[in-house]
């Protein structure tokens, strides 16, 4: 018996299918929520694990995953994305248009640290699978990613903070975790491990910074990496709407990187004429 071919109507649903978002006239629920009980019984950190992984979370889950995001919110305009969206503000964007252009800086150098720090961890993990200590394994992982990506290692060190405060506390959070069996501590182990290897290798410590703890609560509650730099964009999101919007009250027009005052230097040619002949 022939298939009947599917309807125009029924092509498009399939086409436009997901599990995330049923909607319909006077109707709105997420996963299966009703979008009344969510807003009434759920927060933002809970609905954004709904979101991205389709149950709601445990508590321990949901404080841990709110504590990376409150810690991520803002790092003044010395970071580059805070910068731009003060620029961009001056510059006439209104708050929707500065967001996107400093969300867009958030790429492989600036706000993708996270991402990098899962990876390695995931590399070293699966190494300590076969060999005799996690330093081991550790040093191995290490090197492969250096000679791939350079000596910068992802989520260690601050040229800012000798010891970034945030980290502390995140990775106490943790810790108590892991004390009462709610995640796994692998991810800490493996995050720690390359603080106690580079503090052999370089004759100092060099401690975690802020996207190696937030990729460590990332790990352990079972983010695939990519999502832990979307998770990061959604919580510096916050301090560049702050920043945008507290710079439309400065009433300054085309803020540049630096104070008119200043000057930068030029390294060109000296001042010449332009060849006879041309």
Not at 34 to 44: K, N, Q, R, T, W
Not at 65 to 84: K, M, Q, R, T, W
Not at 97 to 110: C, F, I, K, Q, R
Request: hydrophobic fraction near 40%; glycine fraction near 8%.
């Amino acid at each position: 018996m022939t298939k009947s071919p599917a309807s125009d109507r029924e092509q498009i649903a399939e086409y436009w299918r997901t599990e995330i978002s049923d909607i319909s006239p006077g109707k709105i629920a997420f996963r299966g929520y009703a979008i009344e009980d969510l807003i009434a019984g759920v927060s933002f950190p809970a609905m954004i694990w709904l979101m991205l992984r389709g149950e709601l979370p445990t508590r321990t889950q949901e404080r841990l995953l709110e504590a990376a995001l409150v810690a991520s919110v803002d790092h003044g305009p010395h970071a580059p994305s805070i910068a731009i969206s003060k620029i961009a503000t001056s510059c006439g964007l209104p708050l929707n248009g500065a967001m996107a252009s400093a969300l867009n800086t958030l790429d492989d150098v600036h706000g993708g640290a996270g991402e990098q720090a899962i990876e390695l961890f995931d590399d070293i993990l699966e190494r300590s699978k076969s060999a005799s200590s996690i330093e081991e394994a550790t040093s191995v992982a290490l090197d492969v990613f250096i000679s791939e990506h350079g000596k910068y290692i992802p989520g260690y060190g601050h040229r800012f903070h000798p010891v970034d405060p945030r980290s502390g506390v995140l990775l106490g959070l943790v810790d108590e975790a892991v004390a009462k069996n709610e995640v796994g501590g692998s991810y800490a182990l493996a995050a720690r491990a390359i603080e106690t290897v580079l503090e052999a290798r370089k004759g100092r410590r060099i401690p975690m910074n802020i996207d190696g703890a937030t990729a460590v609560i990332y790990g352990e509650l079972g983010f695939a990496a990519p999502l832990a730099r979307g998770v990061f964009c959604l919580s510096r999101a916050v301090g560049i709407l702050a920043h945008a919007w507290e710079q439309t009250s400065r009433k300054e027009r085309n803020k540049g990187p630096i104070p008119r005052s200043f000057d930068y230097r030029y390294d060109g040619p000296a001042r010449r004429l332009l060849p006879a002949a041309r």
